[in-house]
């Protein structure tokens, strides 16, 4: 189990992830202003198949998107009490006897600023013992943070700059850009707080090319016989992992949900995570959307 522990962490820590899922930018800049999506239903929840490369090992990611009236209480993992309005992006992964638990609270407006992540968290799970929690906060550009590893407890702040997405759920932060395009380029930076890490990394995020992509859930979307269009985007860290980069696959129109007449604007369709192996070889592990509902 510590095998596939390491692995996971290692993509995880890969580009601050995980997985994955809403952030925000710190200002409208060039990149486009990032909108909200849930502007006419208050959940979307979806559902990945999960499959290692290198081992075959298969496994569940799952997704809830969910809005906030402003004076709402939330749990971020702990809970808050009269948020502003806002979104609450969670994640869960399960591979095996591993699993990830992440979350980030999104303030819809803050002064001039969307989707600005206010609140953060991340818990490591093996055989259902924690291993590793962090949880976070945002004060304008300050990032203070408190992780407690093995019953250990450490704090620290640092702080951020220029456009900045929240290191948990950056993947559906990057569904609200508004000007995708086959020359979308930019930077960002987040905040990597993991076992072995903690500090602002930088990450770019870009696009030349769209391609065709079909999973379980666009097999029953009865206009993508062929596939979904989607802009293929690629996100890479500027130091430590060079030549490594995440692969990720947003619907380019809109996508009808399994459950309802709503669309959902750039979907996550699918995306993958390279790592490198014990051995040294270069694999990724896979995610395919399954299910995708609105509530």
Do not use: W
């Amino acid at each position: 189990m510590k095998k596939k522990l390491t692995i996971i962490i290692a993509v995880i820590s890969l580009l601050a992830l995980m997985v994955v899922s809403l952030v925000a930018c710190s200002r409208a800049t060039t990149q486009g202003q990032l909108a909200n999506f849930l502007v006419d239903h208050g959940q979307e929840v979806f559902v990945y198949d999960v499959k290692n490369a290198a081992t075959n090992e298969t496994g569940t990611y799952t997704v809830t998107v969910t809005k906030h009236a402003a004076n709402s209480a939330v749990d971020c993992p702990d809970p808050i009490a009269n948020v502003e309005a806002g979104v609450l992006v969670e994640s869960h992964l399960v591979m095996g006897s591993v699993e990830y638990q992440t979350g980030c609270y999104f303030n819809i407006v803050s002064g001039t600023s969307l989707m600005t992540p206010a609140y953060t968290y991340r818990i490591q799970k093996e055989n259902g013992n924690e291993t590793f929690r962090m949880k976070g906060n945002y004060t304008g550009a300050v990032f203070k943070f408190e992780k407690v590893i093995d019953g250990k407890v450490s704090t620290g702040a640092f702080k951020l700059s220029g456009t900045y997405f929240d290191n948990n759920e950056f993947h559906q932060s990057l569904r609200t850009v508004t000007t995708f395009s086959t020359n979308f380029n930019f930077s960002y930076s987040v905040p990597l707080v993991s076992p072995n890490e903690s500090s602002a990394v930088t990450l770019s995020a870009s696009c030349s090319r769209t391609a065709k992509v079909k999973t379980a859930y666009t097999a029953t979307l009865a206009d993508a016989e062929d596939g979904v269009e989607c802009y293929n985007v690629h996100v890479a860290r500027s130091t430590k992992v060079a030549g490594l980069a995440q692969s990720l696959y947003y619907a380019k129109n809109p996508m009808k949900a399994g459950n309802s007449t709503l669309t959902m604007t750039h979907v996550l369709v699918k995306f993958y995570e390279p790592y490198i192996t014990e051995s040294g070889e270069k694999s990724e592990i896979e995610y395919a959307l399954k299910t995708a509902e609105i509530h």
